[in-house]
């Protein structure tokens, strides 16, 4: 079955790093399209990033465009989400999910990111 399995949130400090994984299986991975999206507190869901299957083509939210960077390694079977100059407005649940065509999937479990002093 589907699985997507996000990993590497935390707590961090405004202006600090971090990078999130997630781990796929279930499907032919180097075959789909991915996603971020995010889900702050009592907010409704909001797009991040996406890649194509080849990891070629990349597009980001303006509200974090410049300071994440999504990539994939299809050997590995694992997205990325490498965010940096974390602001207290990136607090969130973030999610990664399978597109097919232009819909969302599959999703993980999502994990959740703290941008706090």
């Known amino acids: 079955q589907v699985q997507l399995v996000e990993s590497g949130g935390g707590l961090v400090q405004p202006g600090g790093s971090l990078r999130l994984s997630c781990a796929a299986s279930?499907?032919?991975?180097?075959?789909?399209?991915l996603s971020w999206v995010r889900q702050a507190p009592g907010k409704g869901l909001e797009w991040v990033s996406d890649?194509?299957?080849?990891?070629?083509?990349?597009k980001y939210a303006d509200s974090v465009k410049g300071r994440f960077t999504i990539s994939r390694d299809n050997a590995k079977n694992t997205l990325y989400l490498q965010m940096k100059s974390l602001k207290p407005e990136d607090s969130a649940v973030y999610y990664c999910?399978?597109?097919?065509?232009?819909?969302?999937?599959?999703w993980g479990q999502g994990t959740r990111v703290t941008v706090s002093s």
């Open positions: 999910a399978r597109m097919d065509y232009l819909e969302f999937d599959y």
């Open positions: 279930g499907f032919a991975f180097s075959n789909y399209a």
């Open positions: 890649i194509s299957s080849s990891g070629g083509s990349t």
